[in-house]
């Protein structure tokens, strides 16, 4: 790859008919519209959190160095059909938005006296030595596998690209526009309800992983797979379709919304279970019954527990006994065992093998509901017996 270093490219140059759309997805754009400062295979701005933005602005006001600007040089035909070379922002794309999002007054920085300050607000000479910063730029020339080998590479002021961010720079085409304007745009109504069920980020491309994950394990393949696969086509449909389908299923079977929902496989509970029916009113009582039950430590496990006909108990990690009544209870069977002449184990000593009048010590035996947890028996000392580890694995749920 080719590289040439500009040193005479001024912040006011970059912030030059600089273009910023609140939605992520539709591109920003400044250099007097010759640069695209958020290609398809950029991730969306995430500086807008009133510290990173600012200390961009605060180091150019106390003159610290802001580090190299990489940008892909385009050759395109104008309409003269002459050739133009345009620009595309390789790295550096959220020091370039937070300059231009400040000059056009998009948030404020606090002055010396602890003022928030807006651009147009500031002192003249504050203003110029802000727009009159020369940029460290690397212009960049080569394939685009050259180009995207490099993007991959980068790192952000610290921050590293995800898996997602770089798949979509690896695999950008019609597919990655059309599906980051839907899944990773803030400003889509639908993002606070997928949020209630997807722990992650819109900016960060997390919600547009979760989706490709989904489709892409039912057609049982990679994301990667099925992005290359799909990377020209014109249209999300299947992703979509089946994103939303997955969503609605949800909203179907559970009435209410718990915070334990958010970040479950989804995708693998749908493909699971929905092809069962249910009666949400029936599924929103055992829920809440769940929730109530003191001895219920994974909250996370009850919606599946009850997608799965409320048998895999696991799934809840039930409060076992504690030693103090495993010790107690073992200590009153074995006393009334030995008196008896049968074995300390109730169901050896009731069957007809040579077990039926073993003593078993304690470490060779397990606690058991007498009455099975998930049919309403207590984890108390009353409902629990000792037995051998045999018939404990033996009797399961019954």
């Known amino acids: 790859m080719k590289t040439t270093l500009r040193t005479d490219i001024t912040v006011a140059q970059i912030c030059d008919g600089f273009v910023y759309n609140e939605l992520e997805g539709k591109g920003l754009f400044g250099l007097s519209g010759m640069l695209t400062i958020q290609p398809e295979y950029q991730r969306n701005y995430i500086y807008a959190d009133g510290k990173k933005d600012v200390a961009v602005i605060e180091s150019i006001l106390k003159g610290y160095p802001l580090g190299l600007i990489y940008f892909n040089v385009v050759e395109t035909q104008n309409a003269a059909s002459q050739v133009e070379r345009r620009f595309e922002v390789l790295d550096g794309q959220q020091r370039i938005t937070s300059f231009g999002r400040y000059v056009t007054n998009k948030f404020a920085i606090k002055d010396e006296n602890g003022m928030e300050q807006y651009f147009d607000g500031l002192p003249v000479d504050k203003q110029q030595k802000i727009l009159e910063t020369s940029l460290l730029i690397y212009e960049c020339e080569g394939t685009e596998s050259d180009i995207k080998e490099w993007f991959k590479t980068i790192n952000i002021a610290g921050i590293p690209l995800n898996r997602q961010e770089i798949n979509n720079a690896v695999y950008c085409g019609e597919f990655v526009t059309l599906a980051k304007a839907e899944f990773s745009n803030t400003g889509n109504s639908n993002v606070m309800k997928w949020n209630a069920y997807i722990n992650g ?198």
């Open 201 to 398: 980020n819109v900016n960060r491309q997390e919600i547009l992983e979760r989706a490709l994950e989904w489709i892409s394990a039912k057609k049982g393949e990679t994301v990667e797979s099925y992005m290359s696969r799909h990377r020209h086509d014109t249209n999300i449909t299947e992703l979509k379709t089946y994103f939303n389908t997955v969503i609605d299923w949800i909203d179907g079977v559970f009435i209410d919304v718990k915070k334990e929902m958010c970040g479950l496989e989804w995708g693998r509970l749908y493909e699971t279970y929905h092809t069962k029916a249910y009666n949400p009113k029936t599924v929103n009582e055992q829920v809440q019954k769940l929730y109530s039950d003191p001895y219920v430590v994974c909250k996370k496990g009850i919606f599946e527990y009850v997608l799965g006909g409320c048998v895999d108990s696991k799934l809840l990690e039930v409060r076992i006994f504690d030693d103090a009544t495993k010790k107690t209870v073992y200590n009153q069977q074995t006393e009334k065992a030995k008196a008896n002449g049968i074995s300390n184990c109730p169901l050896c000593a009731i069957g007809h093998e040579n077990n039926r009048t073993k003593i078993w010590e304690f470490k060779q035996m397990d606690a058991d509901h007498v009455s099975a947890w998930s049919k309403g028996g207590a984890t108390s000392i009353e409902n629990c017996q000792m037995l051998c580890s045999t018939h404990n694995r033996a009797k399961g749920n019954r």
